[in-house]
């Protein structure tokens, strides 16, 4: 590790469940979720000050939307959030034959679409029903379709800088897959495996694609985040935070040099999370030395 890095928890309103961190440059905030808690968040770096959104249901992810507010997937469905008003509005509801689902990590890729996975609730500690979950990808004329399928949780997601490839992080496999991807109408086919994590790294969680077309993986119970080559299927760095449960970051700032990362206080008992004085806190990483790309919006 660079002795230029630099690790700092910039948001202390601990989360349950931190997650997809987006830095909306128009509004000069990061925006992320906390499933747990059934909020939406945002983050001001100016005045440092959180505000969020309850919405009624856990919330797996958060997109930018083009003309102004997000797209959010809660339940089992995505919608509009209209941050002034508060409103949520459902655009399209899926899954209902599988009440323990809900949605969990999702993203807009190059042409404005939203992917975005399910996966099965744990129905007890340790207890979650096997292969539930589906990744969909929602249009913007809002019709969708189901790209992947037999999912345990449906998690990380980014596509390479020429926009040839989708990477996706099926959690319960630890690992991350390639996928060919067809810029033109979305589709993703023949899978392959690019990397599998080593047993310290544990399970893999959100991910995030540089200005290198290096990925970025949290390894939520593992306490770091990794940097992935996909030429070579190589891990080529690692990065340790304070706190053990890491669940995704992505790159933002004004120019997209710093790197933000959400974690999770939910999972730890009693006893760890008096040794863990930052679990569900948000860290700035500075001195990477590599940039990210800003985030695509939903193109409706």
């Keep these: 590790m660079s002795s230029s890095i630099k690790i700092e928890s910039v948001v202390k309103e601990k989360n349950r469940m931190g997650e997809c961190p987006v830095w909306e440059e128009r509004e000069n905030a990061l925006v992320y979720v906390d499933i747990n808690s059934q909020k939406v968040c945002r983050w001001s770096p100016v005045t440092n000050e959180v505000q969020s959104v309850s919405v009624d249901a856990r919330v797996g992810s958060v997109a930018l939307r083009q003309c102004g507010g997000y797209v ?5 469905r995505f919608a509009f959030l209209d941050w002034d008003t508060q409103a949520v509005t459902t655009i399209l509801e899926l ?6 689902n809900r949605f969990n990590d999702g993203k807009v890729d190059p042409k404005g679409r939203i992917f975005a996975g399910t996966m099965a609730e744990e129905t007890a500690p340790g207890v979650r029903a096997r292969r ?3 990744l969909y990808t929602l ?9 992947l399928d037999q999912l345990d949780i449906s998690n990380g997601l980014d596509w390479s800088l020429d926009h040839r490839t989708f990477f996706h992080i099926d959690s319960l496999s630890y690992a991350v897959h390639a996928f060919s991807y067809d810029v033109h ?6 899978p392959k495996l690019l990397y599998h994590l080593e047993k310290e790294e544990q399970m893999p969680d959100g991910m995030c694609i540089d200005a290198e077309g290096k990925l970025w993986v949290a390894c939520i119970d593992g306490g770091r985040v990794i940097r992935i080559d996909p030429e070579t299927g190589k891990r ?5 935070l304070p706190t053990p449960r ?3 970051c992505c790159f933002g700032g004004k120019d997209y040099s710093e790197m933000y990362v959400t974690s999770a206080y939910d999972g730890l008992d009693e006893a760890t999370l008096a040794k863990e004085p930052h679990a569900g806190e948000i860290f700035k990483i500075t001195g990477l030395g590599v940039k ?5 919006f939903y193109a409706a």
């Design 185 to 190: 109408t979305g589709k993703i086919a023949c």
């Design 72 to 76: 959010i997937a809660l339940g089992t």
């Design 246 to 248: 890491i669940t995704s």
């Design 139 to 147: 249009f913007p004329d809002h019709s969708v379709i189901k790209q």
């Design 132 to 134: 539930q979950g589906a």
């Design 236 to 240: 080529i760095q690692t990065v340790r």
């Design 95 to 100: 899954e209902q034959d599988k009440p323990n």
């Design 292 to 296: 990210g790309i800003p985030q695509n």
